[in-house]
């Protein structure tokens, strides 16, 4: 039975950490960090979790959180995870950070995009990135998961196919993504209010995204050539989920069914990717780990549609599946399949 704790167990990836931990059946939760003062049950702060877990938060050290724990979420802002990733790791934890501090390998890409200068650069050539359908190899021995992003997940899996085959231009991919207001997390923002968000639709970030370069990154990784994207995100009026729209140069004449053909194989026996025949939908996947994909031509332009909930395949969900590759286990233990 393996040891978990989660920092910053009052936020929302925690409360789908502890909604899949609370029916994992090999691990147990052994500490919840807050900065609060006193000891609130976890169900005070997440009432869907009353009877479910009764695990009370502290405003422990991480020292403290590496006595008591084998494997260790970190759910904290990007900063915090990587004052906190160091300690857990001297103590012996396994660590699998949720926050961007060691998604990207370049220090210097990490303070041009972060506007921080990175305090422990070393281990961003260390750290495994946690998404399983491309670096499932590496994660079974790995001590620091960096947990992708959720936006930059859902780019990457609709992409890396037709980019392995090289079936797409390296440049000229445009982005566009739709996410729902959880994406921002619990702790709270002007820009988040209901009434600044709510019949309402905007793009932000244009040209500035933080997922832009970590996109860029894997995807180059997977292509083994420079991958350029212009990502383009909107926040929509919606609690959780988000789709891709993308647009990418084809450089083969594949017809739908043949490009679909590619993505299938290319995913073969990964259980949380589905390839599908309608255009997904963020309802379809909701609550769930699953990734829908499916491509369509419009005159001649290819368009690949790909949509997650993004507190769980984008962050939570994946990390359990992280987990579950880490302890030997079926990456689907704990998970719900429907
Ligand atoms: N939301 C998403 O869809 C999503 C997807 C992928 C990745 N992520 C990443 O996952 C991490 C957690 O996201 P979230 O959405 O769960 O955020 P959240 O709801 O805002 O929760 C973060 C928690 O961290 C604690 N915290 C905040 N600032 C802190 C600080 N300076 N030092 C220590 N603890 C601090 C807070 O707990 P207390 O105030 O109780 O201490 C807070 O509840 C972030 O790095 C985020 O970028 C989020």
């Known amino acids: 039975m393996a040891r978990v704790a989660i920092l910053g167990a009052t936020g929302y990836t925690a409360l789908e950490l502890l909604k899949i931990l609370a029916r994992h059946p090999d691990s147990e939760i052994t500490a919840l960090t807050t900065r ?50 160091p300690q857990l790791l001297d103590a012996g934890c396994r660590v699998i950070d949720l926050s961007a501090d ?34 499932g190899s590496k994660i079974p021995d790995a001590v620091l998961v960096a947990n992708p992003g959720c936006y930059t997940s859902t780019s990457i899996l609709a992409l890396a196919p037709l980019l392995a085959e090289k079936l797409i231009e390296p440049d000229g991919i445009i982005i566009d993504a739709k996410s729902g207001i959880s994406g921002a997390g619990r702790t709270p923002k002007l820009a988040n209010l209901f009434s600044e968000c709510n019949e309402s639709v905007t793009a932000y970030s244009i040209g500035n995204h933080r997922h832009t370069p970590e996109i860029e990154q894997v995807l180059s990784d997977v292509a083994q050539s420079p991958i350029s994207v212009a990502f383009n ?28 053909a590619v993505y299938r194989d290319f995913y073969a026996g990964q259980p949380f990717m589905r390839i599908v025949d309608h255009i997904p939908a963020t309802k379809d996947v909701a609550h769930t780990n699953f990734c829908d994909i499916t491509v369509r031509m419009n005159r001649n332009q290819l368009v690949i549609f790909a949509a997650i909930d993004n507190l769980i395949k984008g962050a939570s969900g994946v990390a359990i599946q992280n987990m579950n590759l880490m302890l030997g286990l079926d990456q689907r233990t704990g998970m719900l399949m429907c």
């Open 102 to 135: 060691y998604r990207l390998t370049d220090p210097g890409v990490y303070e041009h995009w972060y506007g921080h200068v990175h305090t422990d650069p070393t281990r961003l050539v260390t750290a495994v990135y946690g998404l399983p359908e491309i670096y």
């Open 36 to 85: 609060q003062d006193g000891k609130p049950p976890i169900s005070s702060i997440h009432p869907s979790l009353t009877g479910l877990v009764s695990v009370c938060c502290e405003n422990l050290t991480a020292d403290q959180v590496g006595q008591r724990a084998d494997i260790v979420f970190c759910a904290l802002p990007h900063t915090a995870s990587m004052e906190a990733v």
């Open 233 to 260: 995100p909107h926040l929509m009026p919606m609690d959780r989920g988000i789709l891709c729209s993308i647009y990418p140069r084809l450089k083969s004449d594949k017809s739908v069914s043949e490009l679909l």
